[in-house]
């Protein structure tokens, strides 16, 4: 079955260290997989997608597909940082499965 | 207009009365999504319509019944709701055939 596995309910980490969010996946197929992200209060918004390998607000994920990961990165955490994480796995155009969330706190 | 829109953004309604979630996007996404999402945990998808016509259920119970009236709308009405049916419900839209999915704020939901 098709699974998207975030280890860390909660990361604590302070401000200017290095943030690393874990995911791995299970899937049969070809992966596209997703970051989202929720900041209090607000909506949920997508952070990055594997394809297009672009850095947003300094973060930067990478596809392994041997280890079947897509952590997410930043070399220096900001306090604006702080928010709940979403990795998320799609299946098909139009189905996507989100793993169970990771909050990241930055602590100044 | 770039954002998915929901009302209300809280409702509060008893086991025996009727009452309806209102979805709205006007970005000419064609495709657009139900999701609950229970406290502390990640949304979890119920239905998806495609050129306003359903393409997922994820077996979801009757007492939920989406509605696609056009290709801005969706809405989804409530009959009989139970108080484990109280949660977060997002909509979300997208472009066809692209992965991005746009979401709104979210109704609260809370079932007496």
């Known amino acids: 079955a098709q699974r998207v596995t975030q280890p860390e309910k909660l990361l604590s980490v302070f401000k200017g260290a290095p943030v690393e969010l874990k995911c791995n996946y299970s899937y049969s197929g070809s992966p596209e997989l997703f970051w989202y992200v929720q900041y209090s209060r607000q909506r949920l918004q997508l952070l990055l997608r594997?394809?297009s390998r672009e850095s947003i607000k300094g973060f930067t994920a990478d596809l392994n597909k041997g280890e079947t990961s897509f952590h997410l990165k930043k070399p220096f955490a900001q306090e604006e940082d702080s928010a709940m994480y979403y990795c998320a796995l799609s299946q098909g155009a139009q189905k996507l499965v989100f793993g169970q969330g990771t909050r990241l706190t930055i602590n100044p | 207009d770039t954002e998915v829109t929901q009302t209300p953004k809280h409702l509060v309604m008893g086991m025996t009365n009727k009452k309806s979630l209102k979805c709205e996007q006007h970005m000419g996404h064609r495709a657009m999504y139900w999701y609950k999402q229970k406290a502390k945990k990640p949304p979890e998808l119920m239905f998806v319509?495609?050129?306003?016509?359903?393409?997922i259920n994820e077996s979801v119970p009757s007492r939920f019944s989406p509605e696609c009236p056009n290709s801005s709308l969706l809405n989804l009405h409530l009959h009989a709701l139970q108080p484990e049916d109280s949660a977060l419900y997002l909509c979300?839209?997208?472009?066809?055939?692209?992965?991005?999915?746009?979401f709104g704020p979210g109704t609260r939901l809370t079932v007496l």
């Open positions: 979300a839209s997208s472009q066809e055939g692209y992965l991005e999915q746009f």
């Open positions: 319509y495609s050129y306003e016509k359903l393409s």
């Open positions: 594997h394809i």
